[in-house]
């Protein structure tokens, strides 16, 4: 992953309604990766009733946005 790929994983894992696996599916790359760049969200990554999230609209949105650019 690229300094500026990391740096907008991050960003995106502080919003709750956006997932590990779907951001790595958007950036191209594994959920391990994203955990071996960014560590730190592991324990955020899951939601506190440990139930896993759909993949969010508007980060699919903001993504496509962000690799057009």
Do not use: C, D, F
Not at 4 to 30: D, F, K, Y
Not at 46 to 58: E, H, V
């Amino acid at each position: 992953m690229t300094s500026e790929q990391v740096r907008h994983a991050r960003n995106l894992l502080t919003r709750p309604e956006n997932s590990v696996s779907s951001i790595a599916r958007l950036l191209g790359v594994s959920r391990s990766t994203i955990y071996k760049y960014v560590p730190e969200p592991r324990q955020a990554a899951l939601p506190s009733n440990g139930q896993r999230r759909a993949p969010s609209w508007k980060l699919i949105s903001q993504l496509t946005a962000y690799l057009a650019a």
